[in-house]
């Protein structure tokens, strides 16, 4: 069964991803992999990483053309979010995305204690 996989770029991260034809983020070289999130753990994601921008863009993953390179680990930061979390250890070409939004910020915000019991 197919899993809903998500990953959200700053402006700059698609422009560049857009002439390069791979989806990579500073954080994604840092790290070693590229950082999803599912549709359970988007608004969280959102909200943690993405506050201080107006617009992101949104792009949602063929999870079967990752043929099984998608890898659900949990975080091992000592931050408050808890649970597993896909990565991909390879790249991940914008031929792979399904669908791609620009979204803005909305007029509400879920308190952050609400985001977190969506996790658990």
């Known amino acids: 069964m197919a899993i809903d996989l998500y990953k959200v770029l700053t402006l700059e991260e698609w422009e560049r991803a857009s ?5 990579v983020t500073d954080l994604d070289r840092k790290d070693g992999f ?3 999130s599912t549709s359970s753990q988007l608004s969280l994601t959102l909200a943690l990483f993405f506050s201080e ?4 863009v949104l792009l949602q993953i063929d999870e079967t053309a990752l043929k099984g390179s998608l890898i ?3 975080s091992g930061s000592t931050g408050e979010r808890s649970g597993s979390f896909p990565h991909l250890y390879g790249d991940l070409s914008i031929s ?12 509400f915000a879920l308190p952050k204690d ?6 658990q």
Do not use: D
Request: charged letters at 25%.
């Open 53 to 56: 921008h107006a617009q992101v």
């Open 114 to 119: 609400v985001l977190l019991q969506s996790e």
């Open 34 to 36: 590229i950082h999803f």
């Open 72 to 74: 659900f680990e949990y």
């Open 96 to 107: 792979q995305v399904v669908k791609r939004w620009r979204i803005e910020r909305g007029a």
């Open 19 to 23: 002439k390069t034809s791979f989806v």
